[in-house]
């Protein structure tokens, strides 16, 4: 069975839809003069910043992600909702000595800032973010990194996310993907290997595992 999981942050373990709309819409409206569209808003999750900022157009690049980080950032310390099963899950793996990563399109400070990821936090071995690597989700890179400084081999590993991003990232990287259906908004092009109702299904895949090996 698998050694260590992976996992996203946005929309797998902490419900951001509602503030990421916002806090982009918000950035984007001083240029647009409107709120973004839901296919504009589209182009910008599960992607650094900057990268999603260039995506929707943005003229003044730097500016746009510094209202886009003022409003998120504020959200953050306010604390986001923690999907329902999700601390279980993690207390669950770490009695059972299952390592867990972090691979996400975050950067350190939108980790750091996030009140309600803190109480996660030390479940975590490594984390991986966005200055971690040069190339970034639906690429390998932040897999492979993280397959690197825990000296865990790909086969030992699994990812669980919620986006189309998270899934090629996994098999990019040739490991198994579980896809967090309590987050996804949209599961076009997605083939996991597992697809999970709720965190605890996360749980029943090593019971599983534990009841084939008796």
């Not at 803190?118 to 639906?138: G, I, Q, R």
């Not at 949209?186 to 697809?195: C, K, L, R, S």
Request: glycine letters at 8%.
């Amino acid at each position: 069975m698998y050694e260590l999981v992976i996992f996203d942050i946005d929309g797998t373990m902490i419900d951001t839809e509602k503030v990421v709309r916002e806090s982009y819409s918000y950035a984007m409206f001083e240029e647009l003069g409107r709120p973004l569209t839901d296919r504009e808003l589209s182009l910008a999750y599960g992607i650094p910043t900057m990268q999603a900022v260039e995506r929707l157009g943005a003229r003044d690049t730097d500016a746009v992600a510094r209202r886009y980080f003022d409003s998120l950032f504020k959200a953050f310390r306010a604390g986001v909702d923690i999907f329902e099963g999700i601390t279980d899950a993690l207390e669950e793996l770490k009695k059972r000595g299952i390592k867990c990563g972090i691979v996400t399109s975050r950067n350190r400070e939108e980790v750091s800032s996030d009140t309600s990821l803190k109480s996660l936090l030390k479940y975590f071995d490594h984390v991986v973010c966005a200055e971690d690597t040069v190339k970034h989700k639906p690429e390998a890179e932040p897999v492979l990194r993280l397959a690197e400084i825990s000296g865990i081999g790909l086969p030992g590993m699994m990812y669980l996310g919620d986006t189309l991003y998270d899934y090629l990232c996994a098999k990019n990287a040739g490991i198994d993907f579980a896809l967090a259906l309590w987050g996804a908004r949209n599961t076009d092009g997605i083939e996991p290997d597992y697809m999970l109702e709720k965190p605890s299904g996360l749980l029943d895949l090593f019971r599983q595992a534990d009841s084939n090996d008796k």
